[in-house]
């Protein structure tokens, strides 16, 4: 039977879409506190090989899940701890993040490639992770917006020394923004191994990690505005197979480009009303009071 | 953004502006981010941690270092391959470098490579029938531009104060490969190889020389040239004075009377060029035309080895050359222990997170 | 510092060093092989590697050097050359887009045999081999145009070369042979191996209405999984061991038998007779059709058995009159397109919804 096209292409908006969202949510905790890791793409990879490994060794999909979530966090906290305690550069450190999960999970992946998993057991047509997107991102909208946690979050990533002032530690919420941005971002690595694909590959994020940094700005560090963006991201993709699939002459390549210029004309756009949405010490160390 | 404080500006004194900028020459081992010694403590400590994990993986480390060693410094065709693995890092370590000056950042790196590709390639196809000595350089002054162009709106961006150009130059790395691709599945895409999506072949005129027997190319000369007229600009010029003025201080800059926003177009626009030719050099020497997946990272290997060596030139032309050893462990780990060659980018990260988490009185 | 200066000035002595150091231990012969994916993918790489494992087996003392993801630009060159350097005396270059490394290679290393899979070109000490694919897929096609209810099927292709275009068409052609109203939508992931897009191709397909999936790409895992989920068959290719992915919904695939060829090529080299040739074997040498699905009814698997017969015997699905999908006739009646024009289709045959890009 076949499914409209719009609801073709929905459909695989929200299944691409999916990954991208968890990874932009953890990544934007970290950046409201005030951290830019660009080594998300190594944490999803990181989670994506453990997922799929764990799911390969225990049989259950959703072990793999936590296993991958955990794995995240892990991964991140190696991030966090040079980049907060040791006060090295983000960027760098971002860099190396990224290095080192092409690595380790190239390592970690290799025995289990070929492996058939059990992937995760879907509800109405979509696997929980799909159906619990959406409410992650308003859930997490409610802890950085209407929380006393969330609010010593946005302190820090404004101004650490005031919220340093204020009585809060600014290093230690950051290192429970990374474990929780960590935690969300193998999560969404481990959806393409475990739910999108159901196989394990080298370096299968392709991409994915950084796109989820463009979408945390596309979004304007809001959560709520990551769905849209994950869905107009993971759409482009899904877009121009479907309209291959109907026989459209559709370059791909000019399509996956609009998700990346809108974001650019985005920041301009948003440059020029000069309303700077940006964490104000984001990127910046906080070195205490001295 | 960071201030270097250790390479401002001092102040006028009463025999006048110190011109010739702080005394660099102590500075040089400390302005990598470690002196040797130390260095070598790091980097053993990184090979036994990787060892650590290669053993629980069930391979054999030792033997790997061993075979690599003796492949790398015993074996000219595996010596020549440092080299070849070398001189784009070399060039878009600079691009990164002379932005960071001035206190940009610039992790453009990839996408100024595919675009300067893209741009030498346009010649290439656009003028088979010049001799070498003209489409050469030719190729070259497109490779140039190619680059230049793409790191030129991030530039203007940043000069405007509209966008942070770390941002714009990240998401510019991903447009670029997607133009490339555009290219060769489309207009460019050659009608011999059953329409395998790549360019058409370089006439030889278009191809870079290499050392016979080797794939070590004319384009390491670019990068040793690159990083001599940068350490010459730095240190011995009133304009790298002024640069490092600014990323040192700018708002003082700015009441001295230097044209910030220009230096700053300006800067961008000359180290996305570097990076450029990085790209023209690799296509018209290592791969012969325009494919997809012309580079494995480059940019951000430069990022990388521009930061561990400080932007220093001698720390960079070291920092290179040891990424191109690692890169070849990787090499010998895949031909002969069956393991992805993915795994050595582990050992850089242990690397580099050593450096990263070395403890800091300074910030 | 001076010091420092020295050891860079001095380094270019070092290229004068010996090539090949004795970095290989003693053996028979010593062979490598990369590939551009994973052996383990249930597809290409997978029988590329069945058939090194068997040729393994056959010659005992024989030394197999393996690089897995190389990646089908210079990169291969490094690698090959580092297996040279190892002592490898011949090299099998596994995946299209190492052609022209590996000829430029074998320019430089006279003494050294190549056999490169999918190609063209050939030297003295480099010969090409593939499977006869096309002609082998227009069995496929009876089988995909029996065994569908909504005669639309679907394909998902990696990279739309020649070879993957006349596959696709003897594809059509079998199945319009047994059922005219059956329709083939094509969907190009643009790369031989990307899991995420090659689901969301089959997807799309079915979306369309495709009840009958298959695929060119390096691995069917992903298309036959997909197809799997969503209750529709699939037809493999590649290799056998796919049919393992789908429980229910297999009609039947296609799979490389490497083995025989390699070894016989292992042998020459040993013995020293190595001899380039374009080597294309289809059914019944270097490709076997697999075991039927349990949904096939025993008239069609007779059917589709007759047709691969017919191919094995030297059918020709390719011989005039034949008109592509706009109309034009491009095999003029009485006229063959034979082995040496499979890689110039640039056209899909009538019943094929598509352009070829």
New interface residues.
């Given amino acids: 039977m076949s499914t409209s096209f719009a609801a073709g292409v929905l459909t695989s908006s929200i299944l691409s879409g999916t990954s991208l969202l968890y990874a932009t949510l953890g990544e934007l905790v970290g950046e409201r506190a005030g951290i830019v890791n ?1 080594g998300l793409e190594g944490t999803m990879l990181i989670g994506a090989s453990v997922g799929f490994a764990a799911a390969s060794v225990t049989g259950d999909p959703y072990l793999g899940l936590l296993a991958a979530g955990l794995a995240g966090t892990a991964a991140n906290l ?1 991030f966090g ?3 907060i305690s ?4 983000q ?3 971002g ?6 999960g ?6 970690i992946g ?1 025995p289990f490639v070929g492996a058939i998993v059990p992937g995760l057991p879907e509800f109405f047509g979509f696997d929980a992770l799909v159906w619990l997107a959406a409410p992650t991102a308003v859930g997490l909208w409610c802890v950085i917006f209407r929380t006393r946690w969330g609010l010593g979050l946005r302190a820090v990533g404004e101004d650490p020394v005031a919220a340093f002032a204020s009585g809060r530690r600014p290093e230690s919420l950051r290192y429970q923004a990374l474990s929780l941005g960590g935690f969300l971002g193998g999560i969404g690595g481990a959806h393409l191994s475990l739910a999108l694909t159901l196989t394990w590959d ?2 299968m994020t392709a ?1 994915r990690g ?2 989820a ?2 979408l945390v ?1 596309f979004a304007r560090w809001n959560p709520l505005w990551a769905v849209p963006g994950a869905l107009v991201f993971g759409g482009a993709e899904a877009l121009q197979l479907q309209l291959q699939a109907r026989g459209a002459d559709v ?1 791909p ?2 399509m ?2 609009t998700p ?2 809108l ?2 004309l985005i ?2 756009f948003w ?2 009303n000069r309303r700077s949405t940006a964490p104000a010490a984001l ?3 906080f ?1 205490g009071v001295e | 953004m ?1 201030h270097d404080s250790a390479l401002a500006l001092r102040g006028p004194s009463l025999r006048g502006p110190n011109l010739r900028g702080p005394n660099l020459r102590g500075r ?1 081992l400390r302005t990598m981010k470690f002196p040797v010694p130390r260095a070598l403590i790091i980097t053993l400590a990184a090979l036994a941690i990787f060892a650590a ?1 290669l053993l629980a ?1 069930g391979k054999d480390p030792l033997r790997a270092y061993a ?1 690599t060693l ?2 790398v ?9 440092l080299f ?1 693995r070398m001189t784009p890092v070399l060039l878009t370590a600079v691009a990164v470098a002379l932005p960071a000056r001035l206190g940009l ?1 610039n ?1 453009g790196g990839e996408g100024q490579l595919y675009m300067g590709a893209w741009l030498a390639t346009a010649g290439a196809l656009a003028f088979p029938n010049l001799p070498a000595w003209l489409l050469l350089p030719l190729m070259t002054i497109f490779g140039f531009a190619g680059g230049a162009l793409w790191a030129l709106l991030p530039g203007v ?1 940043r000069a405007a ?3 942070n150009e ?3 130059t ?6 670029a490969p ?2 490339v ?2 290219f060769i ?2 207009p460019w895409r050659s009608p011999e ?5 790549q360019s058409p ?1 370089f006439v030889d005129a278009a191809r870079l020389p290499s ?1 016979p ?4 190319h004319a384009g390491l000369l670019f990068g040793v040239v690159s990083l001599a007229l940068y350490s010459f600009l730095m240190r011995r010029t009133r304009l790298g004075l002024k640069m490092r003025a600014i990323g040192g201080n700018p708002e003082a800059s700015v009441r001295l009377g230097i044209p910030v926003p220009a230096f700053i177009v300006a800067t961008m626009a000359v180290a996305g060029g570097i990076a450029g030719i990085a790209g023209m050099a ?1 296509v018209s020497a ?3 035309r325009l ?1 997809s ?2 580079s ?1 990272g480059y940019g ?1 290997m430069g ?2 080895v521009a ?1 561990l060596a400080g932007n220093s030139a ?1 720390g960079i ?1 070291v920092m290179a050359f040891l990424f191109a050893v690692i890169s070849s462990i990787g ?2 780990l ?3 222990q ?13 690397i ?2 050593i450096v ?5 009185r300074t ?1 | ?1 001076r010091l ?1 200066l020295l050891i ?1 000035l001095l380094m270019p002595l ?8 004795p ?1 290989a231990a003693q053996t028979k012969l010593t062979v ?1 092989a990369i590939y551009v994916g994973s052996v383990h993918d249930y597809g290409y790489n997978e029988a590329m590697h069945d058939g090194l494992m068997a040729m393994k087996k056959a010659i005992p003392g024989v030394t197999l ?5 190389v ?5 291969s ?3 090959m ?3 040279i ?2 002592g490898a005396k011949l090299i099998f270059a596994t995946s ?2 190492h ?2 490394f590996a000829f430029d290679l074998a320019k ?1 290393h006279p003494d050294v045999d190549f056999e490169h899979a999918g190609g063209w070109m050939q030297m003295p000490n480099f010969g090409n081999f593939f499977g006869a694919t096309q002609a082998a897929w227009y069995p496929m096609g009876v089988a995909a145009g029996k065994m569908t209810k909504s005669n639309i099927l679907g394909f998902v292709a990696g ?5 993957v ?1 006349g596959n696709i068409n003897a594809f059509a052609m079998g199945a319009r042979s047994v059922n005219p109203k059956a329709e083939v939508h094509v969907v190009v992931t ?1 790369g031989w191996s990307d899991k995420a897009k090659e689901a969301a191709a089959a997807n799309a397909l079915i979306d369309q209405g495709a009840d009958v999936v298959t695929m060119h790409v390096d691995s069917p895992a992903t298309v036959i999984q997909t197809a799997e989920h969503r209750g529709v068959y699939s037809i493999g290719f590649q290799s056998i061991a796919a049919k393992a992915l789908a429980p229910k919904f297999w009609i039947t695939g296609l799979g490389f038998t490497w083995g025989p060829f390699m070894t016989e090529t292992a042998k020459s080299v040993m013995a020293g007779g190595f001899k380039p040739a374009m080597v294309r074997e289809g059914l019944g040498q270097m490709m076997a059709v697999a075991p039927f699905g349990p949904a096939v009814p025993a008239a069609t698997r007779t059917l589709v058995t007759a047709a691969a017969e017919k191919v094995e015997k030297g059918y020709n699905p390719f011989t005039g009159p034949v008109t592509d999908n706009t109309g034009v006739v491009r095999i003029k009646d009485g006229e063959s397109w034979g082995g040496d024009k499979m ?2 289709f ?1 056209w899909y045959v009538e019943g094929v919804i598509g352009k ?2």
């Fill in positions: 660009l190696l701890f040079v980049v040791r006060r090295a550069n960027l760098a450190a860099l190396t993040l990224m290095f080192f092409f690595g380790a999970s190239a390592l290799r080298e370096g991409g950084f796109i940094i463009a700005i370059s390549f000019l996956n480009m990346y210029l974001t650019m920041l301009v440059g020029w990127g910046r160390n070195f | 960071p040089y994990l993986a075979d003796v492949y410094f015993g074996n000219s065709y595996g010596f020549s391959e070849v950042i992790v961006l104060r509209l966008v770390t941002i714009s990240l998401l510019l790395n991903y447009i997607l133009i691709s555009f599945f489309g190889s059953a329409s395998y999506p072949a050392i027997g080797t794939r070590v690799e290592i791969q012969g494919v997946g012309l494995p951000f990022f990388l930061w001698g032309a090499d010998i895949q031909i002969t069956d393991v992805p060659y993915a795994v050595v980018n582990l050992l850089m990260a242990v580099l997170f990263l988490g070395q403890k800091r910030p | 510092m420092r860079p070092w290229l004068l060093l010996p090539g090949a150091l970095l490598g050097l393996e690089a897995e993801n990646p089908e630009t210079a990169e060159t490094r690698i050359e580092g297996m350097q190892h299209f887009g052609q022209q430089q990279v739309p070369i020649g070879y275009v643009g890689g110039s640039d070829p890009k």
